[in-house]
C-alpha cells in the first residue's frame, strides 16, 4: 500500500453542488476490478462528475500535504505504482527531491526522481508537456531509446494524445550533441537517432563524435542520423597533438618533398609546423590519442535517412561507404576498417 484515499470532494456538473463523500480506505496501487468495485458500491463518487478533489495519505511521510493535482483516481494509482516501484536509493532522492518544494504534483515526483536515476544505459532523458499549455510543468517522461509502449505511455501522461507535444532533453550521455538536441520536438527522430547510438561501442563512438565536431555548423537531428551511417568514410592517424602528426605526415609520404632531406637532419624539422599544415589541409579533429579525419566530400557521403521517423527502416550498406572515398597515399593504411584503434601511442 503506498496511497489511501479518504474521501472525494466531486462537483456534479448539472447542479454545480458539491458532495463530500467518505471513503472505507481505498488502498493503492490496486488493480482496475479493486477500483471498479469501489466506484460501484458507492466509495468514491465520481460518475458523472467531471471535476474531483481527494483527501489522501502516503506511506511515504513526507509527501502527505504536498501533493496536490492529482484529478482522478486512475493518476493516483499510476502514482502510487510508481512509488512501489521505486527503489531505496531512488526513494533518498525523492525525499531530498521533495524537501526542497512545498508544493508538488505527481508527474513532478516521477519526472525528476525517473530522470536522476534511470537514464542508465540509454541515450536521453526527455520531458514532455501539450504544446498549448507553456506554464504547466513537465509532466510525461521518457528515456530514449525507447519501445512503442513507451511512446503511449509517456504521451498519455503528458496529456499529448492527438495534439503536438513538446520535448525536453534533460539528460543525454553524450554531452557533445546538446547543441543538437535540445528541445527537440520531433519525439520519434530523437528515438532513431538514439537506436543508432546504441549500436555503437569502441571505435565507432570516437567515430562518430569525430564526424559531428567536424561538421561546419550544428547539426541536426537528421544529420546526426546520416552521420552514424558513415563512420566508414574515416581514417585515424596515431597522433596526439600537431608535433605527432608532423611525424605520421612525414613518415607517410603525405610531403614527397621531404624525401631528399638526409636523416640526419630530420631531428632539425618543425614538426609541430607541418602538423598544422596538415591538419588545415585534412580538416579533421584530435581524440583520444587520435587524430581523426574524414576522406569522403559532402557529395560522397551516404544519404540514407530521409526524415520519415515513424517508418524508418534498417539501413544496410554503411559498411560500403569507404567505397567513396578518394583513398590516397598514407591514408590507405589506416582506414578504420584495417586500423587498430586502442593501441598504446
Not at 226 to 239: D, M
Not at 283 to 297: E, I, P, Q, T
Not at 311 to 320: I, L, N, R, S, V
Not at 327 to 338: E, H, I, Q, R, S
Amino acid at each position: 500500500m503506498e496511497i489511501t484515499i479518504h474521501n472525494v470532494h466531486a462537483i456534479d456538473p448539472k447542479n454545480d453542488h458539491p458532495t463530500l463523500q467518505a471513503v472505507g480506505g481505498l488502498e493503492l496501487p490496486a488493480n482496475d476490478e479493486t477500483i471498479e468495485a469501489a466506484m460501484e458500491s458507492d466509495k468514491i463518487t465520481l460518475r458523472p462528475y467531471t471535476a474531483a478533489s481527494f483527501g489522501y495519505s502516503f506511506r511515504f511521510e513526507i509527501l502527505n500535504g504536498k501533493i496536490a493535482g492529482a484529478s482522478s483516481v486512475d493518476e493516483l494509482n499510476r502514482f502510487a505504482k510508481y512509488l512501489a516501484s521505486l527503489s531505496s536509493e531512488q526513494k533518498t532522492r525523492l525525499e531530498r527531491f521533495a524537501g526542497r518544494h512545498a508544493h508538488l504534483t505527481p508527474a513532478e515526483c516521477m519526472t525528476d526522481t525517473f530522470l536522476s536515476t534511470n537514464l542508465g544505459s540509454r541515450e536521453f532523458a526527455v520531458t514532455l508537456m501539450p504544446e498549448l499549455f507553456h506554464s504547466a510543468p513537465p509532466v510525461g517522461y521518457l528515456c530514449l531509446p525507447a519501445a512503442d509502449e513507451e511512446f503511449i505511455d509517456a504521451i498519455d501522461r503528458a496529456h499529448a494524445g492527438g495534439c503536438e507535444f513538446l520535448v525536453e532533453v534533460r539528460e543525454m550521455k553524450r554531452p557533445y550533441l546538446k547543441n543538437s538536441v535540445s528541445d527537440y520536438s520531433n519525439l520519434y527522430e530523437l528515438n532513431q537517432l538514439a537506436q543508432r547510438l546504441q549500436t555503437m561501442a569502441g571505435a565507432d563512438e570516437l567515430l562518430f563524435e569525430a564526424l559531428v565536431k567536424m561538421e561546419k555548423s550544428t547539426p541536426n537531428v537528421a544529420r546526426l542520423i546520416n552521420l552514424s551511417h558513415n563512420l566508414a568514410c574515416c581514417a585515424l592517424a596515431p597522433a596526439r597533438n600537431f608535433d605527432e602528426l608532423g611525424h605520421f605526415a612525414l613518415e607517410n609520404n603525405f610531403y614527397p618533398e621531404y624525401d631528399t632531406i638526409p636523416e640526419a637532419f630530420l631531428d632539425t624539422l618543425d614538426y609541430e609546423k607541418i602538423g598544422r599544415r596538415f591538419h588545415d589541409e585534412q580538416g579533421g579533429v584530435f581524440l583520444d590519442r587520435c587524430y581523426v579525419v574524414n576522406l569522403a566530400s559532402e557529395s560522397e557521403m551516404l544519404e540514407l535517412y530521409t526524415g520519415n521517423p515513424k517508418k524508418a527502416k534498417t539501413f544496410a550498406g554503411e559498411c560500403d561507404a569507404a567505397a567513396h572515398c578518394a583513398v590516397a597515399n598514407g591514408w590507405k593504411a589506416y582506414l578504420f576498417a584495417t586500423f587498430c584503434y586502442g593501441a598504446k601511442y
